[in-house]
Each structure stands twice: as structure tokens, then as C-alpha cells.
């Protein structure tokens, strides 16, 4: 049922002549529309029939531009009662159905008054694991109560208030007649964007390519055509809601678009980056746009052994925690500046690395997340574990010196099994008042919590850092 068949006085809005979206990683965008609508004298209802499925009611604004002095708003609705069988049949209790069902070889028409539609019952009331149904309820004409009918149900019309799209209603006062041109504003859920980066190592290692792209993943139920695009990045602040953010479903498209791509500009505390080109935004498609290029980005590998970074804080009469066989991070690191290639605030997203071996082949070496990075700030991609270094950590000894008072010998072997020299840097952690009494080789105190060794190998040599910590709690 068209919703223009719920008032004789509506006015149904015009599609939109220009349209502005501007998306956030957060799942959510803001949408701006100019519509031209007719109005006439006096009050009237107006209504836009093709807004976002998931559009958030209260963020909604109406305004002229041609007269906005003359245009007064009383009232917003958002209806969004669509058309569907259960909503249907939920509305038709109480009112004459019809089914269809076949009694042996022949069919049989059933009416009667529809007393109960179906319902699902959720699991979790009967402990089941599948979904069951209360179904329909019939008063036949000669009074008897069927129950379940199986076959084809029909309606003799469509319930009132049904919709076919969700709609947004208005009640306004126009001053004067005539057609003006009015801008439309809503946030809509469904809808984000995420970076993604590859970082293509050259043949040294020590210079890459970066390449990278935005994904916009549009699921909040309406397509934006020929529209201006533009990508907040940050971390904006939003009010709890009762619900979710809503999206997910099947991705029906993967396009890819060339130049011109994005400009960023500083936006409060944000970065806004607005492609230089309209762009169509389809319901349910997935769009890669290209954001930036670097080429020539001097980088560094690194290889990091870090054997209590995931525990928090130590305590000796735990035990021997962050000891046994393990392999260093493989690490790569690089400069976001203007004179390493890049210098562009890059948002957050995952980062792929890649490398091409002997015979010219690209290969993933790994991935990880970045998060948003301002420009010269440095990066450091976690690529995955090195496997030709490997290191062993124990404790050797372990004494107790008065009350919360500790002495522990701690042993690091490093063995490098390449035919190359490699560089290994080693954190060792501390919590409280720690001192190092003895240390085979020298560090450097990164932290207050954080001892770094920097461990020169040759090639296949096998080294033993050993050191003697007191700690006071």
C-alpha cells in the first residue's frame, strides 16, 4: 500500500536533486538531501517515502532553503510498519481470510474469520534447538475452529497503516504556494567504513610500496546515487541506544574505483577525507575506493623478544611465568612522513604485508591492525614470528629475602641458525621497586617498568643474556 493513500492531503517529496553522505567507522553515517517539493497554501502532510531503512528517528532535520521563513514543521513521523506476510496476518485477526488447500486430488477453499496468526517460539522457551510455531487459528462459516490449516492464505485487501518503504511524514504550514527547494538531514545505521593497507616490501627489504584503500560497506537499506562522499575518522562520541547499530547480510557487489581519490583536511579533532568525484553508494554492496600511494618508504625489519608483554604485572611467588622455548616478533617499522613517501594521517584499518620471492610471486608474509596514526608519527606492523630465530628464557634462581622482598636470576639464550647476522631486542619487565644487581650485558631502562637489550648475532651464533633483579613490593 502506498503510503499517499493514507491522507487525501498528502504531498509526496520529490527524489533528491543532490545528495551529501558523510560515512564513519563507526557504523553509522549522516545524509543530506535537497528535495524540491510542491507545496500549496495552508497546512499539509509531506512525505519521503525512500529514506534509509535504518534511519535513527530522532537525528532527523527538515528545513527550507528557498523560504525558510515560510515553512513551518508541527509535526515528524517515522513509519515504518512495511508490508510483509506476518504483518499482514498479525493485522488481519479478526477479519475473513481464505485458504487454499488440497483434500486428495481435488482443492478446497476454506473461510473463515482469522483468530490467531502464526508466531515463532524461540528456542530457549522449550529448550529446544530449532524454531517452532503457534499457527493459524480459524472460525469457519459454519463455526467450526480449525486449527494449523495448511495451505494458501489469502486477504481480501491489505490492512490499513501497512507501507511498502519506510516513510518519513511531516505536518507543516507553508506561508505560500509554490515549489521550494528543502534539505533533508538523518543519521543512518548500517552503513560504515574501514581502511585496508598493503605494504609490498621490495627485493632489500629495507624500501616498500604502500597502497591504500577505503571499504565502505553500505547495509542501512537505501542507495545514495551520484553522491558526494566523505569519511570521518576518529573516535566520535556516541550516546548508548537501545539497540544495535543493525547491518550485517550478504554482500551482493565488489567494486573498485580508480582516481581522483580522497583529500583529507582537518576536521575539529578529526580528519575528513572527501572524495573528489560523485560516487553511487548501492544498498547492500561493498565499495573500495582508492585513498593513497606511497612509493620508496624506507623500512626497517626488526625482531622483537618481549616474553611477559601479554602477562600485565609479575609477581615472583607466582611462579616461572614467561619462561619456555619461544620466537621473537617480526616486526616492520616505518616513518609516516612526508619525506619517507607518505605524511598523510592514515585511519585506522588492517594492514597487509606482502613480499615477492624468487620468482617474481607476491607472497603475504602477514597482517595486522593499525590504529588511527597521525603524520610523522612511526608505525610498527606486527608481521608474525620469526623462524630461523629463536630464543629459551628460564629462571635460575629464585630467593626470598625478607617480606615481599625477592632476588631471581633470569637466563636468555638466543640462537641465530641463519647464515647471516641478525639483531634481536629484548624486553625484560619489572613491576614495583626493582634493581638490577648483575647483568651480563648492558640495557638500557626504557620505562620505569621495562629493561631493553639489544643483542648484535652473528651469523650462527648462540648468545646468553643472564642478569639478577631484586624486587621490593
Known amino acids: 500500500m502506498n503510503i499517499a493513500a493514507l ?15 558523510t560515512i564513519y567507522n563507526q557504523g553509522f553515517g549522516l545524509v543530506k538531501e535537497v528535495r524540491s517539493i510542491d507545496f500549496r497554501q495552508g497546512r499539509q502532510n509531506v512525505a519521503v517515502e525512500d529514506v534509509a531503512a535504518q534511519i535513527q528517528p530522532d537525528s532527523v532535520g527538515f528545513r527550507s ?6 515553512l513551518t514543521v508541527l509535526e515528524q513521523n517515522y513509519q515504518f510498519d512495511l508490508i510483509s506476510t506476518q504483518a499482514i496476518l498479525n493485522k488481519s485477526v479478526g477479519k475473513r481470510v481464505r485458504i487454499t488447500r488440497a483434500v486428495g486430488d481435488k482443492m478446497e477453499a476454506l473461510e473463515g474469520v482469522l483468530l490467531s496468526a502464526p508466531t515463532a517460539i524461540t528456542p530457549n522457551q522449550f529448550g529446544g534447538s530449532g524454531y517452532t510455531y503457534n499457527g493459524l487459528v480459524i472460525k469457519t462459516d459454519d463455526g467450526q475452529i480449525v486449527l494449523d490449516p495448511k495451505g494458501e492464505i489469502s486477504v481480501k485487501e491489505v490492512p490499513e497503516g501497512l507501507i511498502s518503504r519506510p516513510t518519513l511524514l511531516w ?15 538523518y543519521v543512518t545505521n548500517g552503513i560504515r567504513w574501514d581502511a585496508a593497507y598493503v605494504l609490498t616490501l621490495q627485493d632489500s627489504g629495507l624500501k ?26 576518529g573516535d566520535v562520541n556516541v550516546a ?37 568525484r560523485p560516487a553511487t553508494i548501492r544498498n547492500r554492496e561493498i565499495k573500495q575506493l582508492s585513498l593513497l600511494e606511497g612509493h620508496d618508504i624506507k623500512v626497517q625489519k626488526k625482531l622483537v623478544l618481549d616474553s611477559l608483554k601479554d602477562y600485565g604485572v609479575y609477581y615472583p611467588n607466582e611462579g616461572e611465568v614467561g619462561t619456555g622455548a619461544m620466537s621473537p616478533q617480526v616486526r616492520v617499522e616505518f616513518t609516516n612522513t612526508k619525506e619517507n613517501g607518505l605524511g598523510m594521517p592514515l585511519p585506522a584499518g588492517k594492514f597487509k604485508v606482502y613480499q615477492r620471492d624468487a620468482e617474481g610471486s607476491v607472497q603475504m608474509l602477514g597482517e595486522d591492525r593499525i590504529r588511527h596514526t597521525p603524520r610523522n608519527e612511526n608505525l610498527s606492523i606486527l608481521v608474525g614470528k620469526s623462524f630461523d630465530t629463536v630464543a629459551g628464557r628460564k629462571r635460575t634462581n629464585f ?39 648483575q647483568t651480563s650485558e648492558p640495557f638500557t631502562k626504557a620505562d620505569a617498568n621495562t629493561m631493553q637489550y639489544v643483542a648484535n648475532l652473528k651469523a650462527n651464533e648462540v648468545r646468553t643474556i643472564k642478569y639478577t633483579v631484586e624486587t621490593r613490593w
Open 240 to 276: 548508548p541506544q537501545g539497540g544495535g547499530l543493525g547491518g550485517g547480510g550478504a554482500y551482493d557487489a565488489l567494486r573498485k574505483s580508480a582516481a581522483p581519490g580522497f583529500q583529507e583536511q582537518s576536521l575539529f579533532e578529526y580528519h575528513l577525507y572527501t572524495l573528489q
Open 399 to 437: 630467593e626470598r629475602l625478607g617480606v615481599n622482598w625477592y632476588r631471581e636470576t633470569f637466563e636468555i639464550e638466543l640462537r641465530n641458525r641463519k647464515e647471516v647476522p641478525e639483531t634481536v631486542t629484548v624486553y625484560e619487565r619489572h613491576w614495583g621497586d626493582w634493581k638490577v644487581t
Open 65 to 70: 532553503l528557498s523560504d525558510p521563513k515560510g
Open 171 to 185: 505536518d507543516v504550514i507553508a506561508d505560500q504556494a509554490g515549489t521550494n527547494q528543502v534539505e533533508l538531514s
Open 208 to 233: 616498500a610500496d604502500l597502497q591504500g584503500w577505503v571499504t565502505v560497506d553500505n547495509q542501512s537499506g537505501a542507495s545514495y546515487n551520484e553522491a558526494k562522499m566523505k569519511l570521518l575518522a
Open 7 to 21: 491522507s487525501a492531503a498528502l504531498i509526496a517529496a520529490a527524489g533528491p536533486t543532490a545528495t551529501e553522505v
